[in-house]
């Protein structure tokens, strides 16, 4: 079969060729950009590498003035830890003892709701390819997940393939899933978020990075064929929003294979460890387009490839394919000469198809040839960095401030024991506060071992050295309703939780990964949304003092003119010395006193009390005080190393209500809660008691014998402390409300899920 080949030549002789820069998803002013760079038109292929390089999804066009101020907004002792920052693959932290981390969150939520199976295999296999090409060996992944109304026929769809593809690409690559969250809104009914994280270990001395420094060195494309799957599929599909009958482009998504994925992971392993990679890149998003110009850009050298050497699933790929292709499981390596004999045996031992596809030059030019023909000359970093950056117009929305007026003051309260009793069962077993273990369960937790703590728990936490117990733990979370309401605080708040539940398995939170959820960028509520929410985060991490090392941004979630809330979400990451102290979010003997660490305010605005009860949103989200919550987590790590705490759960969707259900079911074992104190002390009714959802609040089960001391920790360090009950027997009573068999409770929170989608 016959391609016809658009050269640089013919680009020079045939200057006003039409073009289908408008299809790519191009504007006409960066069409002419581009045509400024090059001193010409540029060929189909230039053409195919800009548009998908210069999208919203790989470029970063419209956020990169907000997103710099991750990188501004730091203070040495922020940078203390922190091994590689933003723009690399994934960000790296120090945790001693020789050993790092890398993690990283990202979306892939266009193409989950395409395919959801597909959509959201590829996503966990994209991210676990970041972390790998870090050098890093890949321990756990995590996902978090928004879908939408749970009554509407076409979320079974979404949620049962999402479920799936993450199921079966995770359990099979052999990666624990530890954690993540799942909720239902109609606001994300035709674009949900999936949203994938991955972490990796690696020793100081195994980090890689992603560029082409030497010239000679040899670019070498390994792993699967490339094929017709996905030809643009992430870049082109997350850079537009969805019309209001649904997708308006529909490119070919991604197909994974997690067996090959899971071969690929040791080769690179073997060859990181044989010293014979100079540097590394996935091929994900914009695939080779993406690979080659990186790499090239951040070595500030050069390549000349020749693209006929890519081996193919397709023989019938134009070269403009090939460029574009999003093909799973693929990886780019740079290989000095010295050492490709030595990267041809390790590949060929694991049976990895390979191909050499040209070499590092010093000239900053990236030349692509097709044959004899020259297809592709361009300046690397315009393609890969240099792309437009947008201003975009800001407004704030003018229908915020009613919102913010219409708050929960007026809502009706529970008058008697009997409603506040229904009440408290109507929350725990809502859709977005019932157990989600019908999702989680089809996720395998503990493969390789080095799980300590996993869903249920606050936080996912895995084990890094065998020799010591030095571990990590994680943790992500987001609030859309918070989000809404203000999106300043409500990034603050999403930080606030995530590094919360760190702190509450026993770990010390270190750094923060982020995926920036938002509507289209062209419209000028939604960038004053995503303006005000960076702002929070990067103010945030300041206070708190860990730093940003890297994320992602997700813009275009929107059907027409409806947007998504906005939805920040936040991954914290930990470190514990030893993991065999942590800290369970549930209490496991009787007799332990059961204390509320923190004040509790009558905080009932966009709280799951207001949505459940009352289907209401507005007002504004609970005050963020960060201080206050470093100072609760310092708390928290003290009492954990001095091996004081029997259980920590963190209070924040449901209030204290969901905490204390969730620390009964996590064992079993029932307690005796008393509010009188406590309503007394802040002057709150009983629905503010169990359902107010105010910040830097956990809690906490405490042994007898450990009972003063740990009343004299919290006190030293300005606390708040009440005890609040007792752990005992198998009913869980809430004196003067209700007296419920556990098990009862237990039943009726795990039948939500399964009843909806089973």
């Keep these: 079969m016959s391609i016809n080949i658009d050269t640089t030549k013919e680009a020079k002789a045939t200057p006003d060729k039409h073009q289908p820069w408008k299809e790519l998803g191009l504007k006409e002013d960066e069409y002419n950009e581009i045509k400024t760079i090059l001193g010409r038109r540029p060929t189909s292929g230039e053409l195919a590498m800009y548009s998908v390089m210069w999208s919203e999804h790989c470029s970063y066009k419209s956020s990169k003035i907000y997103l710099r101020q991750f990188g501004e907004k730091v ?62 060996r890949p321990i756990a992944v995590m996902d978090q997940l928004r879908f939408g109304d749970v009554s509407n026929p076409d979320t079974r769809r979404v949620v049962d393939g999402v479920v799936a593809g993450i199921s079966f690409y995770g359990n099979c690559l052999g990666l624990p899933n530890i954690g993540g969250e799942t909720v239902f809104d109609k606001v994300y009914q035709g674009n949900p978020l999936v949203n994938a994280l991955s972490i990796g270990a690696l020793r100081h001395e195994d980090l890689h990075l992603a560029s082409a420094n030497n010239p000679g060195d040899q670019v070498i494309l390994f792993g699967a064929r490339t094929g017709a799957d996905g030809i643009g599929g992430v870049s082109v599909l997350a850079s537009e929003t969805f019309d209001s009958t649904g997708p308006a482009k529909r490119p070919a998504v991604q197909v994974g294979d997690p067996f090959a994925e899971k071969v690929l992971i040791e080769c690179c392993l073997e060859l990181y460890a044989a010293k014979v990679v100079s540097g590394i890149q996935d091929l994900g998003g914009a695939g080779l387009s993406c690979a080659t110009s990186e790499l090239a850009s951040n070595g500030n050298a050069g390549m000349r490839i020749q693209l006929k050497n890519v081996l193919l699933r397709d023989d019938s790929l134009t070269p403009e394919e090939i460029l574009m292709s999003e093909s799973q499981e693929r990886m780019m390596a740079v290989v000095p000469k010295k050492d490709l004999d030595a990267f041809k045996a390790i590949v060929e031992k ?82 977005n506060q019932a157990s989600k273990s019908w999702i989680t369960d089809q996720y395998d937790h503990y493969v390789g071992g080095n799980t300590a703590l ?42 606030a939780e995530a590094y919360r539940n760190v702190a509450a398995s026993g770990a010390k939170p270190l750094a923060v990964t982020n995926c920036l959820n938002f509507g289209s960028p062209e419209n000028p509520e939604v960038m004053w949304q995503f303006k005000e929410a960076t702002a929070g985060l990067a103010d945030g991490c300041l206070e708190l003092g860990i730093p940003v090392t890297g994320g992602n941004v997700s813009f275009y979630n929107q059907t027409g003119d409806v947007a998504i809330h906005p939805t920040p979400v936040v991954g914290v990451l930990g470190v514990i010395d030893d993991v065999a102290r942590r800290i369970p979010s549930g209490w496991q003997d009787e007799g332990h006193n059961i204390y509320l660490l923190g004040e509790t305010a009558n905080e009932l605005d966009g709280s799951v009390w207001a949505g459940v009860i009352h289907d209401h949103l507005g007002g504004v989200p609970p005050k963020v005080d960060l201080k206050k919550e470093h100072d609760l987590a310092a708390a928290l790590n003290a009492a954990s190393e001095q091996g004081l705490l029997a259980s920590a759960h963190d209070l924040s969707e449901g209030g204290l209500a969901q905490a204390v259900a969730e620390s009964c079911f996590r064992f079993g074992v029932g307690a005796r809660i008393f509010l009188d104190e406590l309503k007394a002390d802040y002057n709150i009714d009983d629905t503010a008691a169990l359902f107010s959802e105010t910040t830097a609040r956990v809690l906490v089960s405490v042994g007898r014998e450990d009972d003063v001391k740990f009343v004299g920790l919290c006190e030293a360090r300005g606390i708040p402390v009440h005890r609040i009950g007792v752990t005992d027997g198998t009913n869980l009573e809430i004196q003067g409300i209700a007296n419920w068999e556990l098990a009862d409770l237990a039943k009726a929170h795990q039948a939500t899920l399964p009843e909806l989608f089973s």
């Design 350 to 431: 694991w049976e990895v198809e390979y191909s050499v596809l040209g070499e590092v030059i010093k000239e900053p030019r990236l030349y692509i040839n097709w044959g004899d023909e020259e297809i592709v000359n361009v300046p690397p970093r315009s393609v890969a960095h240099d792309g437009p950056v947008y201003e975009r117009p800001v407004k704030k929305p003018t229908w915020i401030k009613a919102l913010n007026e219409d708050t929960t003051a007026s809502l009706k309260r529970a008058t008697s024991a009997d409603e506040l009793a229904t009440q408290f069962v109507e929350i725990i077993t809502s859709p």
């Design 75 to 136: 203070t040495d002792e922020m940078k203390k830890h922190l091994m590689v920052g933003m723009g690399e693959n994934a960000g790296v932290v120090d945790i001693g003892e020789g050993w790092a981390v890398t993690f990283k969150v990202e979306s892939h939520n266009h193409p989950s709701y395409i395919e959801p199976f597909q959509g959201a295999a590829t996503g966990v296999g994209g991210i676990v390819r970041d972390i790998l090409s870090m050098g890093a």
């Design 454 to 495: 996993a869903m249920p728990d606050d936080s996912g936490m895995v084990r890094v050295s065998e020799e010591t117990g030095l571990g990590v733990a994680l943790a992500t979370d987001a609030n859309g309703r918070y989000g809404y309401l203000n999106p300043y605080e409500g990034a603050k708040l999403a930080l």
